[in-house]
């Protein structure tokens, strides 16, 4: 299934004494970009973490946020630093008695002092929170990649409808082209004939001439290429997704488009034809801008 680069995901557990939640938005990127913000103490599980998330996505800028509290409180408790606050004691008693002042320090000031009191963090079992971290991320991408099938199917569809389109422009030109050069030949001839009423140049070598200058403006083989690249990006988009993603296979075919339709357009001596590959042309814009949001 074709899937967008855009998507969200979110999910709450409780796992043992720990709440955990995982979030994930992300957005259009050449390639993925995995950001990921959780508690610091929780770092050596960022490589797991970001390996299971590699399972479910290949492209986009992702922001993925965890978050874990201990229900138990246990997981941190505050210590009195009694050495540290002798110190200051000591350090303001000495400058009470050199300067002669009254030593008014009160418990509550000691206390606002820098690391009279200090918050310690509890060994965590890894095991045990990386198991409900990597549900909780299994959850939330879950989630995260329904989103991004929702919104790719949309596409999909959208992008089917401007290939119809495109079919239905090249078909015109195909059907058109073969009369568009047999008028140019006769009209050219006609010209030649009347320059060169005098001359005793041969008619076979006005005509070879007329064919070979009517070739250069004939666009078989684009239509032909063209055709072949609608019929590849709508089988891809029909296969739907696969290991590595479709939306850069895409965007090459779309560019590969783009220049036979400007080779048609260079080649056209035909209003209409012209018409229908300024048509073209605009499509394949149309295409390349949708093919930037599939993964």
Known sequence: MVSSMTGFGRSDITHGHYRITVELKSVNNRFLDLNIKMPRRLGALEADIRARLKTYMKRGKTDVYISL??????????????????????????????????????????????????????????????????????QACGQFCAAREREGAFLCRDLTDKLNEMREDVDYIEKRSPEIIENYKRSLREKVRDLMADSQLEESRIMTEITLYADKICVDEELVRLRSHIDAMQKLLDRGDDKEGI????????????REANTILSKSTDLSVSDRGINLKTAIEKVREQIQNIE
Do not use: H, K
Not at 82 to 107: C, G, P, V
Not at 247 to 258: H, I, K, P, S, V
């Open 69 to 138: 509290i201990d229900d138990q409180g246990a997981d941190a408790r505050v210590r009195y630093n009694r050495a540290i606050a002798a110190e200051y004691l000591t350090a303001i008693q000495a400058m009470s008695e050199e300067f002669a002042m009254e030593n008014d320090i009160r418990l509550s000031a000691l206390a606002r002092f820098p690391d009279v009191f200090v918050t310690e963090e509890e060994a965590l079992n890894e095991e045990e929170i990386l198991e409900g971290l990597l549900l909780a991320v299994d």
């Open 247 to 258: 939306g850069r296979r895409l965007d090459f075919l779309a560019q590969e488009m783009n």
